[in-house]
Structure formats: structure tokens, C-alpha cells
């Protein structure tokens, strides 16, 4: 049910007698949390090594050339290593003064490579010292300061649902309005009667101001469209699940 967003999927391949390959993904790479308040904001992302070296890399918060946020914000650690076929966690505060201009704040996060000796061994069958490579992405994120209560100003209109004219399932179409001052993501959970749970989709990030955004959901697992009595617009930070807004299917 859980759901992770904007992924990022990094792949390098390096020729060293055979082919190795060091590949990491990035998951669940957004902010979109409240700045200011008693505790700030807070969010995890994950960093997924997928490749057969293990790797390192320096974050770094750094500013944006959109209002700038970055001051606000700290992460950690601040070094990560992660085995190969394993998942590093990253974790992202933010603290902002309540006195400052509401709005959306940005910043970026800047995943630096580390080397790491690697051991590889010749045609000889003499051993040699490597370090392994990679590349630096820069990933812009933002986050808000002021309150806004989403399930208040996220509208969706205009619903129409019916069956997948390409295959499998229905799909839901409709418009997307956030009449808010702060960008959002989420994802969409479809129910039947008695709560039946038939699957979810990932609706994708909403920005601030925004109105009547075509969207498309497909559920696979819902043979008619009569069978949809309800949508939940939800929201995974840090893996804890947050209704963002219910939709009645009528």
C-alpha cells in the first residue's frame, strides 16, 4: 500500500577486464513538508544500491536560485555507505522561524561520490587497487512555511469513471486543483463497499496554485466501474501513511 515517489535511477557501467556495474536509485527524493511550527519538518529518503560494490557518498545541503531555503535545513549523516544490494537512509530536518514570509522555501541536496578501494585482479591473477566511480547528482526539493490544511484546498472535479479502453481495469479521470500556497504529493487508494481495498496510484506532485490538472488513474484490479465507491488521497513521509483527502464515488 505503501508507496515511495520520484525515483531516480542512476546507472553506471565500467569496463575492467569484464563489466562491472555500480547502479544506486533514489527513492522517495521530495521534501513538500511543512518548514516552520514546534518541530519543523521532517522526511526520509532512501538511497538504493543496486550494483555489486559498495559505495559512498557526501551529502550536502546547498541553496537554490529559487527562494532560497537551505539555511533551514539539515541532513543526515552527512556520509553514507551502502552495501551492495542494500538501502541507506538519509534523513532530512528542517527548522525554519515562524516570522518569516509563508510560502514555499527550496534547496538542494547534492549526493557527492566517495571512492572506495576495490580490489580487482588481472589476467595474471595478480591482485590490483581500484577505487570505484560515480557520478554527483544535485536533487532540487522544497519544502513550506505556514499552515495549510490540505484535505481544505485540494479539489478534484470533474470525475469520470469507466473502463480501461487499453486493457485490464478502470481508470478515473478528473481535475486537480490546489488552491494552496504549498506543492504536495500524493497517491490515490481505491475502495469498494465495506472498505474492500482494490490497489492504489501514484497521482504525482501537485504544485502550489495550481488548477484543473488533468489526471488519469488506472486500478487493474477493479473489474467494473460501479465497483469504485471511494478514493483516498494519501501521502507516505517517512513511511507513515497520512490521508490527504477522501473522495466519494457517487
Do not use: H
Not at 54 to 67: D, F, G, N, Q, T
Amino acid at each position: 500500500m505503501f508507496r515511495k515517489y520520484k525515483k531516480i535511477i542512476v546507472t553506471v557501467l565500467f569496463v575492467l577486464g569484464s563489466v562491472a556495474s555500480y547502479a544506486f536509485r533514489l527513492d522517495n527524493i521530495v521534501f513538500n513538508e511543512r518548514m516552520d511550527g514546534d518541530n519543523g519538518g521532517y522526511r526520509e529518503s532512501y538511497l538504493v544500491n543496486e550494483g555489486l560494490n559498495k559505495v559512498r557518498y557526501k551529502i550536502s545541503v546547498l541553496p537554490s536560485e529559487k527562494r532560497d531555503g537551505s539555511k533551514y535545513v539539515e541532513v543526515f549523516p552527512k556520509v553514507i555507505t551502502v552495501d551492495p544490494q542494500s538501502v541507506g537512509t538519509v534523513k532530512i530536518y528542517a527548522k525554519a522561524p515562524g516570522n518569516i514570509e509563508k510560502g514555499e522555501y527550496n534547496f538542494k541536496l547534492q549526493f557527492k561520490p566517495v571512492a572506495i578501494p576495490v580490489v580487482a585482479e588481472k589476467k595474471d591473477g595478480k591482485l590490483s587497487g581500484n577505487s570505484n566511480m560515480a557520478i554527483s547528482p544535485v536533487i532540487e526539493m522544497k519544502g513550506y512555511v505556514g499552515e495549510v490544511d490540505f484535505s481544505k484546498v485540494i479539489r478534484f472535479e470533474d470525475i469520470k469513471v469507466g473502463k480501461n479502453p487499453k486493457g485490464k481495469g478502470i481508470t478515473v479521470s478528473g481535475k486537480l486543483s490546489n488552491d494552496s500556497f504549498a506543492g504536495i504529493e500524493f497517491g490515490a487508494e481505491a475502495y469498494g463497499s465495506n472498505e474492500f481495498f482494490f490497489g492504489s496510484a501514484y497521482v504525482d506532485d501537485l504544485g502550489a496554485n495550481i488548477q484543473n490538472k488533468s489526471i488519469t488513474l488506472l486500478f487493474k484490479n477493479i473489474k467494473k466501474p460501479g465497483e469504485l465507491k471511494k478514493i483516498v488521497f494519501y501521502r507516505t513521509p517517512s513511511n507513515n501513511r497520512k490521508v490527504v483527502k477522501e473522495i466519494q464515488i457517487k
